[in-house]
């Protein structure tokens, strides 16, 4: 017997542990020989990270296509890893050293350092994994890899080798993303613009030889130590006859030319712009232009350096700041200080350092030249964005790229493959005895060599992903059977840093696109549309809701609102309504166990005589093709949707409603007919169900088999829905004007307050055959189940009745002697004008401006949903006094 209510606590641990027991994950579980193969690439979380809200969401629509694929008997595999998350393992591992007291970084030297950084992966870091696995993951977990296993780093090595003898990987002097407190050049994704109050300072700098001085403003006013020229607009006259003079640059005595550049906005303060090309993107793009001399101020930990004038060496930079306005003003060259807010780059994680654009040498990978066939393959639809207007924003970026740099200054991660001899020639290869050899060759002497201590950036590893965890560099089976892998499920803030590094090695690499499409999930946010963050509170933690409501229940939640292209509300409200929904089909199953509905062996749904059971089967085909598609298409809100819809309101609520007098009738046949169409159909919803919700359904399928014939495969392996021709339009057309009919009389009576234990008569007029012939053969269930007395047929509509049209005929309750027709009246005209009120209280409020600016935007579309469920409530009740004439 199926117990009285679901426990997912649980039966989620023993369904999880029974499907990785049986090796139902696997790659091919399932599948016939010679299946067509289905691949998912999991986008590898970082080792250190927790399983959070945008997780849950990724991995559940990667959960649900693995689950659908396999279900529709394809060579599926899910390929799970992890990334070695260079920078906040390092952190991570540094943090806890100090905390217990231990040798730095430093003092350990890097091996022993490294030890310490394994030894923390083997205990802490796969915490994500586990969290994977209680949302019900999928994945082929014995094909497990992280991007430091042998094989991936024999993949990266073989890259960057590669790539660095096609010369499209090369070491350049450029600026980059530099953080002074890890002393490495990060990427952008690690770099967050916050804006503060901050100062715009404007100095005038004197033209050399003449009286006239040139104002320029920056909001670093100690980078001008290292400034190396002013830029003007070509066309700006004001300083036509300055151009090619020299500034003396002031504190430094260093003198500057006055160049020429399009950098220069002339309608910007004075249209002169102070050029410190080591220390600004575009000044080093006007630096590169008009080939400035680059000079550096910085040393690594963001102090002034020994090329700025000796009073200001050693001091960090804001205290430089400080001393450099201070002796500008005394000199004085500071003509304004000028409050502004100010966009300044922090390091992403902590929010407190702030990041410099620091000149210095660094690894680089030609990402133009890889980036033209990677191009091409989504302008000619080799490779698809879902939503479509993704692929704009992967031009945007694609088409404007800079050299992708990809050494960073750190020990934990992918070590560069190049050794530098006594004069700094560098050797790259795959392994220490062949760079000596080639060193040896290159100097005709044996000769000491040293190795490159910097490691790559883990995008680089990462960007190998759809074919190196398949094996490569070695032709693997499983790289043969699944690359091109099929669909990668990511967000949007990642095209450019993965997605789009993927597509250019994996053309380079296998010659073919990584994936056919690439879906892109939005923004989970509150019920308030506000982005979540620890700051505000609004953090909402998958794995609460997993013990609080079930996992289910949230990967429903989940799927039921990602809708392409738009930020996900989540509320917590919803999450306990799919809970409800959860229960809902629970409560079914045991209902239909209660009334003996089994499976039979041999049931033939094509022969079922009623129209009840043509019409649950039709109804259950047309949403199993709705769902199909929404999934193939991935709009996976419909999908969701559409299987709610059809679940709850047509099979618990209606088929179970009219299949109740079947149940307790004497028709021995039909009853037997209706309990196996109801075991049957169940069977299909938890199968349309499963890759939504894939607990209950799998406890639901075990449930339903300790009575009847046996299963052959658990639900998990067992094969979609091949069901599109039990669909009946004529059965559909009957229940359906039934359904219709009856909510259409219950309506009434709500809007009439009918008391419910009233039976009142039925009255239709005008009544064509058809319509007849339906209240012939369901007429007992109208009877039953609208609270109907008795039906008749007239020529006119009664006095004092009220009215209801359902095709032609008018069907008509008489009311008088019922409820008071006149009191009705007056009720309904009095909530009528309280509806009017309410209605112009809120447009007042909608018209008011100062409410529209200030108000929070949940404030004003509280108001709006107000105003809407107003509206829709008046035109009921206006509907219900005109029933009344």
């Not at 398949?470 to 099929?486: M, R, S, V």
């Not at 095209?495 to 939005?522: C, D, K, Q, S």
């Not at 509905?597 to 009623?610: A, F, H, N």
Request: proline share 4%; hydrophobic share 40%; charged share 25%.
């Amino acid at each position: 017997m199926i117990d009285k209510s679901y426990n997912p606590q649980e039966v989620e641990t023993r369904i999880y542990e029974g499907w990785t027991s049986n090796n139902l994950f696997a790659a091919g579980a399932g599948a016939a020989e010679g299946a067509e193969s289905y691949c998912i690439a999991m986008p590898p979380p970082n080792v250190t990270g927790d399983l959070h809200v945008g997780h849950a969401l990724t991995f559940t629509i990667q959960d649900l296509l693995a689950r659908f694929e396999r279900m529709r008997g394809k060579n599926v595999l899910w390929q799970p890893g992890t990334d070695h998350a260079g920078i906040a393992t390092q952190m991570i591992v540094e943090r806890q050293l100090m905390e217990n007291q231990l040798p730095s970084r430093r003092d350990l030297g890097r091996e022993k350092f490294l030890e310490k950084v394994w030894e923390w992966k083997e205990k802490s870091g796969n915490t994500i994994v586990s969290q994977q696995k209680r949302l019900g993951a999928s994945a082929d977990w014995s094909r497990q890899r992280f991007t430091m296993d042998d094989g991936m780093s024999e993949a990266v090595l073989k890259v960057f080798v590669q790539l660095h003898k096609e010369g499209l990987i090369y070491k350049d002097k450029r600026l980059v993303n530099w953080h002074p407190v890890l002393q490495t050049a990060i990427s952008d994704l690690e770099v967050e613009n916050i804006d503060v109050n901050g100062h715009m300072w404007h100095l005038k700098y004197p033209i050399d030889g003449t009286d006239e001085t040139i104002t320029v403003a920056t909001t670093r006013p100690e980078t001008m130590l290292g400034d190396t020229a002013v830029a003007v607009h070509p066309e700006d006259e004001r300083y036509a006859h300055l151009v090619g003079k020299m500034v003396v640059l002031p504190l430094t005595g260093r003198k500057i030319p006055i160049v020429t550049d399009e950098h220069a906005d002339p309608e910007q303060g004075s249209g002169a712009v102070k050029i410190t090309p080591a220390h600004d993107f575009n000044d080093f793009e006007v630096g590169k232009r008009n080939n400035l001399e680059m000079i550096n101020i910085f040393t690594v930990d963001a102090k002034i350096n020994e090329e700025a004038p000796e009073a200001y060496r050693g001091l960090d930079r804001f205290e430089a700041r400080k001393k450099v306005i201070a002796d500008l003003d005394a000199l004085g060259v500071l003509v304004e200080v000028e409050d502004k807010i100010v966009s300044i780059p922090h390091d992403e994680k902590s929010k407190q350092v702030v990041i410099e654009p620091y000149l210095t040498d660094q690894w680089y990978v030609d990402a133009e030249t890889l980036a033209k066939p990677a191009l091409a393959a989504v302008k000619e639809g080799r490779t698809k964005f879902v939503p479509k207007n993704w692929e704009n924003t992967y031009y945007a970026w694609m088409e404007n790229l800079q050299p992708w740099c990809i050494s960073r200054q750190l020990w934990w991660g992918h070590q560069i493959p190049a050794w530098y001899g006594p004069d700094g020639e560098v050797f790259v290869a795959a392994t220490e005895g062949e760079a000596q050899a080639a060193a040896d060759a290159h100097y005709g002497a044996p000769t000491e060599i040293k190795r490159d201590e910097d490691v790559l950036d883990t995008w680089f590893s990462s960007a190998l992903w759809p074919f190196s965890t398949l094996g490569w560099p070695e032709k693997t089976d499983e790289l043969a059977t699944y690359y091109q892998t099929n669909t990668l499920v990511t967000g949007f803030d990642i095209i450019f840093f993965w997605v789009a590094r993927m597509m250019m090695f994996g053309l380079h690499f296998m010659e073919e696109e990584p994936f056919e499409n690439v879906y892109v999930h939005a923004l989970v946010r509150d019920e308030h549309g506000q982005k979540m963050s620890k700051t505000k509170g609004n953090v909402i933690d998958p794995l609460v809701l997993f013990d609080e409501y079930g996992t289910d229940a949230t990967r429903f939640t989940l799927a039921a609102m990602a809708a392409q292209g738009r930020d996900l509300r989540l509320s917590l409200s919803r999450v306990e309504g799919y809970r409800n929904f959860v229960t809902k089909i629970w409560n079914a199953a045991r209902f239909l166990e209660m009334n003996e509905c089994i499976r039979v062996d041999g049931y033939d749904p094509k022969s079922v005589s009623s129209t009840l059971n043509k019409w649950i089967l039709s109804r259950t085909a047309k949403a199993v093709a709705e769902v199909e598609k929404s999934i193939e298409t991935f709009r996976f809100n419909e999908s969701a949707n559409a299987a709610y819809d059809f679940v709850w309101g047509t099979f618990c609520d209606w088929f179970v409603e009219l299949a109740k007098p079947v149940f307790n009738s004497d028709d021995e046949a039909l009853k037997a007919e209706t309990r196996a169409t109801a075991a049957y159909a169940l069977d299909q919803i938890l199968k349309l169900l499963h890759p939504f919700m894939p607990f209950v359904t799998e406890e639901l399928w075990a449930q339903t088999a300790k009575q009847g014939p046996a299963r052959e495969k658990q639900l998990i392996v067992s094969r979609w829905p091949e069901i599109a021709d039990l669909i009946n339009e004529d059965a559909e057309g009957e229940m359906g004007w039934l359904i219709d009919l009856i909510s259409g009389i219950r309506s009434v009576r709500v809007e009439m307050n009918v008391p419910a234990s009233a039976k009142v008569p039925l009255i239709v007029v005008d009544a064509d055959a058809t319509t007849r012939a339906r209240l012939e053969s369901q007429g007992a269930m109208v009877k039953r189940l609208a609270r109907i007395e008795d039906i008749s047929f007239a020529d006119a509509v009664p006095n004092e009745a009220a009215q209801l049209v359902l095709n032609e005929a008018t069907f008509c309750l008489p009311l008088a002697g019922v409820i008071d027709i006149s009191a009705e009246k007056e009720r309904l005209g009095k909530d009528l004008a309280k509806l009017d009120k309410e209605i112009d209280s809120v447009d007042r409020k909608l018209a008011n401006e100062q409410f529209i600016s200030k108000a929070p935007d949940h404030v004003v579309n509280d108001q709006k949903q107000r105003r809407a469920d107003a509206v829709a409530k008046k035109e009921r009740v206006e509907a219900a006094l005109a029933r009344l004439g």
